[in-house]
T-cell receptor, first 111, second 115 residues
């Protein structure tokens, strides 16, 4: 059974204070790992897909990295508008189309 | 409107009543999904569909029914609502591309309260 564990559950940062969110996963043959952002009262919004260990993707202040067991979402010099819940999900090669989601990390960035 | 829409956005119903949540997408994506999200939990898959007239159970299907007669619509029905089905429901869609991974695109959600 595919599993995704995200840590920490909640993270509070000061504006400009860089940090990382963790996503540990077990999956029988990884097809891809996804990161989503979810604002309060809204649906998740796709950020990145990572396919293989060693791969990195960047978007503004966010950088996602992938190893064989975990992924990190690095946030550099965050701003208050980066406050959101970040969800990680994995898709196995045998589960075409379906993803297994973690419970998310709620990030709060204080000005 | 382009994208994926859900209706109603908010619904209050009584225990035992039948409720249908609607989902419509304009991209002609082949895959569609229904999730529920409860406080402190991530997204749990209820049902999904790989194409019109093809549906399959997810992690938490009990008490729910789906149908997909048209590619763009994927309604979710609670046959006899229970308080444990109070939740936020998200519909999503995705489209395979060259047999690679499929990111999902989500609707705005329906907040359902069962009294």
């Amino acid at each position: 059974e595919d599993q995704v564990t995200q840590s920490p559950e909640a993270l509070r940062l000061q504006e400009g204070e860089s940090s990382s969110l963790n996503c540990s996963y077990t999956v029988s043959g990884l097809r891809g790992l996804f990161w989503y952002r979810q604002d309060p009262g809204k649906g998740p919004e796709f950020l990145f897909t990572l396919y293989s260990a060693g791969e990195e993707k960047e978007k503004e202040r966010l950088k996602a990295t992938l190893t064989k067991k975990e992924s990190f979402l690095h946030i550099t010099a965050p701003k208050p508008e980066d406050s959101a819940t970040y969800l990680c999900a994995v898709q196995a090669r045998t589960n075409a189309g379906k993803s297994t989601f973690g419970d998310g990390t709620t990030l709060t960035v204080k000005p | 409107d382009a994208g994926i829409t859900q209706s109603p956005r908010y619904k209050i119903t009584e225990t035992g009543r039948q409720v249908t949540l609607m989902c419509h997408q304009t991209w002609s994506h082949s895959y569609m999904f229904w999730y529920r999200q409860d406080l402190g939990h991530g997204l749990r898959l209820i049902y999904y569909s790989a194409a019109a007239d093809i549906t399959d159970k997810g992690e938490v299907p009990d008490g729910y029914v789906v149908s997909r007669s048209k590619t763009e619509n994927f309604p979710l029905t609670l046959e006899s609502a229970t308080r444990s089905q109070t939740s936020v429901y998200f519909c999503a869609s995705s489209e395979p591309f060259r047999d690679t991974t499929y990111e999902q695109y989500f609707g705005p959600g329906t907040r359902l309260t069962v009294t």
